[in-house]
């Protein structure tokens, strides 16, 4: 299962990952909130956390994961991943050179660093309205 969580800017997509995360959790969740928020924003930034029952992904989520990033891979201002999964740890560690913006994996103890961090970065950007105001 995957949650949205909404305690972020507007700019922030923030999301916990609890039990058994299927396809169908990133095309009810997370797929919309992407759209969303990319109408509104030229860079988005992401908060991704694993919860303490988080079990593991369906092969058809993993696919969903990584199509929803390479889509829309030069939007991705700033990824916080926080997580005590080694794999998941791993796995961004090596993918986060193709990432064009910053890249973080946090560990659970330090999620309010991550947070604290996603923000601090996100705050102050314009929405795509405001910048073709600002430009025309």
Same mark, same amino acid.
């Given at each position: 299962?995957?949650?949205?969580?909404?305690?972020?800017?507007?700019?922030?997509?923030?999301? !916990?990952?609890?039990? *058994?995360? &299927?396809?169908?959790?990133?095309? /009810? +969740? #997370?797929?919309?909130?992407?759209?969303?928020?990319?109408?509104?924003?030229?860079?988005?930034?992401?908060?991704?956390?694993?919860?303490?029952?988080?079990?593991?992904?369906?092969?058809?989520?993993?696919?969903?994961?990584?199509? !929803?990033?390479?889509? *829309?891979? &030069?939007?991705?201002?700033?990824? /916080? +991943? #926080?997580?005590?999964?080694?794999?998941?740890?791993?796995?961004?560690?090596?993918?986060?050179?193709?990432?064009?913006?910053?890249?973080?994996?946090?560990?659970?103890?330090?999620?309010?660093?991550?947070?604290?961090?996603?923000?601090?970065?996100?705050?102050?950007?314009?929405?795509?309205?405001?910048?073709?105001?600002?430009?025309?």
């Amino acid at each position: 299962m995957i949650e949205q969580l909404n305690s972020f800017p507007d700019n922030v997509l923030a999301f !916990v990952c609890k039990g *058994h995360v &299927t396809k169908g959790d990133y095309d /009810a +969740v #997370v797929v919309p909130a992407v759209i969303n928020v990319l109408k509104r924003q030229d860079k988005i930034r992401l908060y991704y956390e694993t919860a303490a029952d988080f079990a593991g992904y369906d092969p058809g989520a993993i696919w969903e994961d990584f199509k !929803v990033g390479m889509e *829309h891979l &030069t939007r991705w201002e700033r990824v /916080a +991943v #926080v997580t005590d999964v080694e794999w998941i740890k791993q796995t961004m560690r090596f993918f986060s050179f193709l990432m064009p913006g910053a890249t973080r994996v946090f560990p659970t103890s330090e999620a309010a660093q991550a947070r604290a961090w996603i923000i601090a970065a996100g705050r102050g950007s314009k929405t795509r309205k405001q910048r073709r105001l600002q430009c025309g």
